[in-house]
């Protein structure tokens, strides 16, 4: 038997009025049950029936599967009436929460927890919220994260007065949802800010100056048009830093160099493959939304090689590679793409043939090399702003924990 008081962080000293109690010693607790699956006239009835995965830390509210009165008498499955503190025991959602806000049964994954006089279920309800990831630390060892009624009860938790519940119960309930509507508004602004880049593209390869450019096609400016090297699997591990269809970040032409592989060449292969700056690298073989993305080769990666993946892209000298890469991201290119992309199996594939056939819209060459400059500096400053705001997220998304440790450490 795990020995849950060591495992769960307990305050030495409790303010004055508070006690430590067993929690099976102030709480009844019981488990559902599933009926047979191999009768269908259990199931399909008007008795809503919980899943462990229906817990989401909030009330429940529905169900995706309902029972029926004879599929409750011929199983070990309950009903619990409206306002039953339920938790996770095992699976994916081991540690989750919910409050029933109807009568339902559950399944055998799901404890019921029912408080006696001395404890609130709200207020235990936010206590086991916050020994949350102290829970999940005693679940793993076994095939599947599991807890078992035994640990439930055995857990160790801090008892004040019913008046001091009541006051820490509003306090958390305020601040919490407070947390929550700011940790909503940001996670909105992130989305807004993710997609500036996309709106930015379009507003200057949809603008009235645009439609004048002249249109040439890939094949037209491309003096190379070529795909990676490919290597078996003893040749990796060692050797030269190499370009992975991975490497292609989905939001920007900028290389994510911060994880490379690494592949062993001989000199021919070495000087084929070798990259250049201002090479374009696009996704040969991908998800459909992701194939035909495209990354521009930086000084950081100049002498790099690619993988079969990606077709590498030169350009002749009278075209600005940035623009280009900058273009690639934009819808109507996005539609060439996928338009003439392969499908099989989950994945979408396109080849030099139809990269050489990709229109593009080109003004001068002063003009792509303004334009691009414009759009790499509006999208730098895009960048910083959603990282100032992944941040707040991040920051925000921690309070919770600081609060409720404040709360059952008798700080609030």
């Known amino acids: 038997m795990v020995n849950v008081v060591e495992k769960v962080q307990v305050v030495e000293n409790l303010p004055k009025g508070w ?8 709480c009844n607790t019981t488990s559902g049950g599933t ?9 399909g009835g008007g008795i809503p029936w919980v899943k462990s995965g229906e817990l989401t830390d909030g009330d429940v509210f529905k169900t995706s599967e309902k029972i029926t009165q ?3 008498n011929n199983s070990s499955a309950k009903l619990f009436p409206s306002g039953t503190l339920l938790i996770a025991l095992y699976g994916a959602t081991v540690g989750k929460l919910g409050i029933l806000q109807m009568e339902a049964a559950t399944n055998q994954a799901v404890c019921a927890i029912f408080p006696n006089e001395l404890v609130l279920k709200d ?18 060892g076994g095939a599947q994260p599991n807890i078992s009624q035994n640990i439930i009860r055995d857990l160790i938790i801090p008892l004040p007065p019913l008046p001091e519940q009541k006051r820490i119960v509003g306090i958390l309930s305020d601040r919490l949802t407070a947390i929550d509507k700011a940790r909503i508004a940001t996670e909105a ?7 500036l880049p996309a709106a930015y593209l379009r507003q200057v390869f949809d603008s009235p100056e645009a439609q004048k450019w002249k249109r040439k096609k890939f094949g037209d400016i491309a003096l190379t048009v070529q795909n990676g090297v490919y290597k078996s699997s003893e040749y990796y591990g060692h050797g030269y830093p190499f370009i992975r269809m991975y490497n292609i970040q989905n939001t920007s032409w900028n290389l994510n160099l911060d994880t490379l592989a690494q592949v062993s060449l001989d000199d021919h292969e070495l000087e084929k493959f070798r990259l250049e ?12 939304e992701l194939v035909g993305k495209c990354g521009l080769v930086s000084s950081m990666a100049k002498g790099y090689v690619f993988e079969n993946m990606l077709i590498r892209v ?15 991201g934009h819808c109507t290119i996005r539609k060439q793409v996928q338009g003439v992309a392969k499908q099989a199996i989950g994945q979408a594939s396109i080849n030099s043939t139809d990269i050489r056939n990709i229109e593009l819209m080109l003004p001068s060459f002063s003009e792509q090399r303004t334009i691009s400059a414009k759009i790499n500096k509006a999208l730098e400053q895009v960048e910083k702003l959603q990282q100032s705001l992944q941040s707040q997220l991040t920051t925000i998304n921690q309070l919770p924990a600081v609060i409720l440790r404040q709360a059952f450490n008798g700080e609030l």
Do not use: T
Request: aromatic share 12%; net charge negative; proline share 1%.
């Open 19 to 26: 006690k430590w109690a067993r929690l099976g010693d102030v």
């Open 35 to 43: 009926p047979s699956r191999g009768n269908a006239s259990y199931y």
């Open 70 to 72: 004879e599929g409750l």
């Open 123 to 140: 207020f235990l309800f936010f206590h086991l919220l916050s020994c949350r990831e102290d829970l999940l630390e005693i679940s793993f």
């Open 189 to 195: 602004q992130l989305k807004a800010a993710k997609a």
């Open 277 to 288: 700056v201002g090479d374009l690298l696009i996704s040969r073989v991908n998800s459909f």
């Open 314 to 328: 030169q350009l002749i000298d009278s075209i600005d590679s940035l623009f280009v890469a900058q273009q690639m």
